[in-house]
């Protein structure tokens, strides 16, 4: 009974916290991906370590204004793809969904109504898009059909279905794509080139020199590489990737809504890798100052930025280190960090493929500090026990071993390889000066950013049009469901349906439908879910019968 009226009062407060007219004409989110707020403290000691001036602080400083819970729909410590999904959605979900309702679990954090379980929910950015034809941007480092960008603009049960989730993106009015993630995109070039895209794959130059709104430009098969081991005359930053959407979304007459995602700082959290969080956090914090400027600039932007939840439990001070806290110097803390120059990733790749001599020389010129002799022998016996033939199995195992010799010789603690429970920070920019304050729920960051987009209230009601079940729509009809090619990797589905004159066929993920030979475009995709064999459609096709 009291767990009830928690919920309630929770749903209530929820719901009157954004009551007010906050409606601009761009929003830029800003997601640096499983970033703890101690992320931030440490990185800023590093930048003034750096500047030799203490007084230096990142971009997003003045800004913080708040904490925010973020949870999944069963579990305190959220995954990527519910956690932003709510921000989107205002549904907390379940591990592993995009943008999708969970189903309804004995450990419910939110009230779960089961009938509704697996029904794609219209996201913020979608809504905004439907109502307000705004622009849509989204901008990541590793594959934009990871779960971060896939949450604002598709939808699936599974973050891994990533044929489904990129042939969503296609199809769903994303103007602006920047990011990794070529690999499932290539085969949907011709989709995207119909759509007026300028699709561009590893052209730095002609990414720079892009004159097309809608532009996709990806510059790895997969995850783009972290900063800090990238080749930066090839690969763009964060911050120019920011800057180059900016540019293409800018002359928009109705606006836009634009995602950034810091998506690595995560990774390297995962890894336990010190410097190379405060490289990939700082790197963010470069593109955090161009959407600033612009807004600023601009007049009539905000930008808001948090993480999606905390990872790895990263400490300033250790249990490991024979010093007292009261006794270590900046030196001691700082110093070994700034030596490392590659990810404990590149050092692990590297390793892979080099003879047991150069271990030694590596670390020193890459980290500059003596490996011990034990730390060697791990090394040796681990690429013993590998099979010689894999590289990549033996580089990851081995980056393992790296992040962990790297972590042993800093003064940095780590609790853990995955995802933390604590609250996020966050950072509004707004040119009125008014943003949420004090602590919320990602459930109200939902609220906050569709007030922003002026789709406030609109989300259910557009789920409810948008993606009822074909069951439903196409009562009294006779319906099937089959799949298109036969290849078992091939995940694309089709509902026909027919009556005494007319015959109508529908493929999943894609944003029309075939009406006697006839293309008839929608304003939104269509979703197909095999865990129970259902289309989920717009209602306003059945009008289409006769
Ligand atoms: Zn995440």
């Not at 991906?33 to 990142?58: E, F």
């Not at 709510?86 to 004995?106: E, L, N, R």
């Not at 059909?145 to 489904?164: F, G, I, L, V, W």
């Not at 085969?187 to 004159?211: A, T």
């Amino acid at each position: 009974m009291k767990r009830n009226f928690s919920v309630l009062f929770f749903v209530f407060f929820s719901l009157s916290l954004f009551a007010q007219n906050n409606e601009v004409k761009n929003v830029i989110l800003m997601i640096p991906d499983g970033t703890s707020s101690s992320v931030l403290s440490l990185s800023r000691w590093y930048k003034g370590y750096l500047a030799g001036d203490y007084s230096v602080g990142l971009a997003v400083d003045p800004y913080l204004c708040g904490y925010v819970r973020t949870f999944s729909s069963n579990d305190p410590i959220g995954d990527s793809a519910p956690t932003t999904s709510c921000y989107m959605t205002g549904q907390p979900s379940k591990a592993g969904f995009v943008a999708t309702y969970p189903p309804k679990t004995d450990s419910d954090l939110f009230p779960v109504d089961a009938t509704r379980t697996y029904q794609p929910l219209i996201t913020a950015f979608e809504a905004a898009r439907i109502l307000k034809n705004k622009a849509i941007g989204l901008v990541a480092t590793t594959y934009l059909e990871d779960a971060t960008p896939a949450d604002c603009m598709s939808h699936c049960y599974s973050r891994k279905k990533n044929y489904q989730l990129a042939k969503q993106m296609v199809y769903n009015g994303v103007d602006v794509a920047i990011s990794g993630g070529a690999r499932e995109v290539r085969p949907l070039e011709n989709e995207l080139k119909e759509h007026g895209v300028n699709i561009i794959f590893d052209d730095i130059d002609g990414f720079r020199s892009n004159e097309s709104d809608k532009l996709w430009a990806f510059f790895a098969e997969k995850d783009m590489p972290y900063h800090i081991d990238s080749d930066t005359d090839n690969i763009p930053s964060l911050a120019e990737m920011t800057e180059i959407a900016l540019k293409c979304l800018a002359g928009k007459p109705d606006g836009f809504a634009l995602m950034v995602e810091g998506s690595k700082v995560d990774w390297a959290a995962h890894n336990n890798d010190a410097k190379t969080i405060i490289d990939e956090y700082l790197e963010f914090d470069k593109a955090v100052k161009v959407a600033i400027d612009f807004a600023k600039k601009d007049g009539n932007t905000v930008v808001v930025i948090l993480p999606d939840h905390g990872n790895s439990g990263l400490s300033i001070g250790s249990r490991k280190t024979n010093k007292s806290y009261n006794d270590m110097t900046i030196d001691e803390l700082m110093k070994p960090l700034m030596d490392y120059t590659v990810s404990a990733e590149k050092l692990g790749d590297l390793l892979a493929s080099s003879d047991n001599a150069e271990i030694k020389p590596l670390f020193k010129k890459l980290c500059n500090f003596d490996i011990s002799d034990e730390d060697i022998k791990t090394i040796v016996d681990m690429k013993a026990k590998s099979s010689a033939n894999d590289h990549s199995k033996v580089a990851y195992s081995l980056s393992k071993v790296v992040s962990t010799i790297l972590y042993k010789n800093t003064c940095i603690g780590f609790t853990t390889y995955g995802h933390t429970g604590e609250d996020v920070f966050l950072a509004v920019y707004s040119p009125t000066g008014n943003a949420p304050t004090g602590w919320m729920t990602n459930v109200d960051i939902n609220n906050y950013l569709c007030s922003l987009l002026g789709v406030e209230n609109q989300l259910p009601k557009l789920t409810d049009e948008l993606f009822a079940k074909h069951q439903e729509v196409f009562q009294g009809y006779e319906t099937k469901i089959e799949k298109v090619s036969k290849d078992e990797k091939d995940d694309n589905y089709k509902l026909i349906v027919k009556n005494k004159k007319q015959k109508l066929e529908i493929e999943s993920f894609t944003n029309y439908i075939i009406l006697d030979g006839k293309k008839i475009d929608l304003e939104s995709v269509i979703i197909y879910v095999d865990k129970n064999n259902t289309f989920y459609l717009p209602k306003k096709i059945r009008e289409y019968l006769q």
